[in-house]
């Protein structure tokens, strides 16, 4: 058949309305999983003032596939039961085995990240003071493992594939949340105040797998990203006898250079390997080089200006790509979206791909590489919010 003949069938195609390969085609160009290309949402991003829904959409047409968000378990759960809850403040809840619970905050994200087809990482920490082994410190462990194990069993019955926030929500095409991050970088006083904290750690994530899985048998739960000389704490992990209770593992390998991330991302496929673990995944879920230099007079080693922080991701998606079924890599999410890049004490301050003072928010040099790398990555010239496919 001539290439006359062909197009005149294929335009013919489309005026009925038949599918064509083209989108097929468009889909086979991607060199990267569905969800590969993912981003953090938290800080300035989930405070008042901020139009959630347009940045939700900048992460979609960016080519932002998954997103990972803290679930704040004492801001969800502040009251041990019903009894405890102000008469002001009861319509707010909803009784979920027993324990008072405010689901607003998390039906947003989920709901604005379903519209635009994107992909919930849930990290669940920050114990209730009920619930605290220290009430009141922000870095304190569960007292008990069993609350908490209930509390992401919750969140998989309202977010999970068969989940009432789906029922409730008809008008939604359904992104079932099926990974639980256990915790965010327990290894950190900053994020777990006890040390040791290996033992303790394995027994959240034991008790939390256990619960999960009895409400969603395909439900993944996620080692709590580690960072810093992560392979000694993962191996801390195995040694406290993990191994069974977690299903992937996580990694934020921030470092000076490139070529540290990849090193570091071997360092941990290593212990993997000694603990006979190496089929499971491995999640990036946090990659940064804040655009902090010169700016803090606390400093760790590997910050950068605007440019050199788009420079450094420029070279490391596509080579995590790459890598990708070598180091078993499944997603990498860029970490933060937004910061305030005004703080002299903390240069994660800086990390965000845009900034935002005094509610004016400024695109980053590293917003635009992300959106490039990401859509060639998923095959794309362009993607509309909340679609999977690509225009072109």
């Known amino acids: 058949m001539s290439r006359r003949v062909l197009r005149a069938v294929a335009v013919t195609l489309c005026l009925l309305g038949v599918a064509v390969p083209g989108a097929a085609a468009r889909e086979s160009r991607r060199s990267v999983p569905f969800g590969f290309v993912g981003a953090v949402a938290d800080g300035p991003l989930l405070q008042p003032g901020i139009d959630l829904r347009h940045e939700a959409d900048i992460m979609a047409r960016a080519g932002v596939e998954s997103v990972r968000v803290v679930v704040d378990w004492s801001a969800a759960q502040p009251y041990a039961s019903s009894a405890d809850v102000p008469e002001a403040e009861r319509a707010e809840f909803r009784d979920e085995d027993g324990v008072p619970t405010d689901w607003s905050a998390v039906d947003s994200i989920v709901g604005?990240?379903?519209e635009r087809d994107i992909r919930v990482l849930a990290v669940v920490q920050v114990a209730?003071?009920?619930?605290?082994?220290?009430?009141?410190?922000f870095n304190s462990p569960p007292d008990d493992p069993a609350p908490y194990a209930r509390?992401?069993?919750?969140?998989s019955r309202r977010y999970g594939p068969a989940g009432a926030f789906w029922a409730e929500h008809p008008e939604l095409h359904a992104v079932p949340v099926r990974d639980w991050q256990i915790w965010n970088e327990p290894s950190l006083r900053a994020f777990w105040s006890d040390d040791p904290w290996a033992r303790d750690y394995v027994a959240l994530l034991r008790a939390a797998r256990r619960q999960v899985r009895a409400v969603d048998p395909g439900a993944r739960v996620i080692l709590g990203g580690l960072p810093n000389r992560s392979w000694d704490d993962l191996a801390r992990v195995y040694r406290a006898g993990g191994r069974p209770a977690f299903d992937a593992v996580a990694l934020h390998p921030f470092t000076a250079s490139v070529d540290g991330v990849f090193a570091i991302l071997r360092k941990g496929r290593d212990v993997m390997a000694r603990y006979h673990d190496a089929r499971k995944p491995l999640l990036v879920t946090e990659l940064s080089w804040p655009s902090a230099e010169g700016k803090t007079s606390l400093t760790y080693g590997f910050e950068t200006t605007p440019r050199g922080q788009a420079a450094r991701l420029r070279k490391a998606l596509p080579r995590l790509a790459r890598s990708r079924r070598s180091l078993r890599i499944q997603s990498v999410y860029w970490y933060t979206w937004l910061s305030a890049d005004r703080r002299d004490d903390y240069p994660f301050d800086y990390a965000g791909l845009s900034r935002v003072r005094r509610g004016r928010i400024t695109r980053k040099p590293a917003?635009?590489?992300?959106?490039?790398?990401?859509?060639r990555l998923e095959g794309c010239a362009a993607k509309p919010s909340g679609a999977r496919s690509c225009t072109r």
């Open 367 to 375: 917003l635009r590489v992300l959106r490039r790398v990401a859509l």
């Open 112 to 114: 604005l990240a379903a």
């Open 128 to 137: 209730p003071r009920w619930a605290a082994r220290h009430p009141g410190a």
């Open 151 to 155: 509390f992401v069993a919750a969140l």
